[in-house]
């Protein structure tokens, strides 16, 4: 299983709506990231988390949470956003959070804030 | 800031030629480079890498090429192949620090490889 799985494929809530975004891997990696592309630009970083521990906050504001319960699961919990929010979010893994390793990308999930 | 930077917004290349995409990046911490491919509405494709220790490294069709002095990397895809249409993102990482495992994409290079 070479896959990064995350659900939904498409998300649309409103801006008092509370969701979650799941990612789900099955490689043994113990790096899990959360990124942000905006349309036409690159993916940003938003949070690492490695060996289940959060490593890396890119000041992402609050209304993210992320939540990692074991090593295969990555979760992003949402929580009165704001359209400009409205992106593709990607999930990826690593085998480890460290240097000289590449990460592998699911599909993403196309939230709509509205 | 824009630490990693594709200058070339779209690339068009003839079916079977070489296509070439360039990368340039500021930070000197930068170690690791990779190439990923992105189709729409799918996640980015890991491609190929290359650590800084290497200036050269091929996988098949794809060629990556690193210039330290320069701080510039590119891309090379012979024979280029209609399937290869989609959009190249270069990435970055830096050794240690508050970045550990950080990847810093630029802005991508939309290929168009016509038949």
């Known amino acids: 299983d070479t896959e990064v799985t995350q659900t939904p494929k498409h998300l649309v809530m409103g801006m008092t709506n509370k969701k979650s975004l799941k990612c789900e891997q099955h490689m043994g990696h113990r790096a899990m990231y959360w990124y942000k592309q905006k349309a036409k630009k690159p993916p940003e970083l938003m949070f690492v988390y490695s060996y289940e521990k959060l490593s890396i906050n890119e000041s992402v504001p609050s209304r993210f949470s992320p939540e990692c319960p074991n090593s295969s699961l990555l979760n992003l919990h949402l929580h009165a956003l704001q359209p400009e929010d409205s992106a593709l979010y990607l999930c990826a893994s690593s085998p480890s959070g460290g240097r000289n390793t590449e990460a592998f990308f699911g599909q993403g999930t196309r939230l709509t804030v509205v | 800031d824009q630490q990693v930077k594709q200058n070339s917004p779209s690339l068009s290349v003839q079916e079977g030629r070489i296509s070439i995409l360039n990368c340039d990046y500021t930070?000197?911490?930068?170690?690791?480079f990779l190439w990923y491919k992105k189709y729409p509405a799918e996640g980015p494709t890991f491609l190929i890498s290359?650590?800084?220790?290497?200036d050269k490294n091929e996988d098949g069709r794809f060629t990556v090429f690193l210039n330290k002095s320069a701080k510039h990397l590119s891309l090379h895809i012979v024979p280029s192949q209609p399937g290869d249409s989609a959009v190249y993102f270069c990435?970055?990482?830096?050794?240690?620090?508050?970045?550990?495992?950080?990847?810093?994409f630029g802005q991508g290079t939309i290929l168009t490889v016509h038949p």
């Open positions: 930070n000197s911490m930068f170690d690791y």
């Open positions: 290359i650590s800084s220790i290497k």
């Open positions: 990435a970055a990482s830096a050794a240690g620090g508050t970045s550990y495992g950080k990847l810093t």
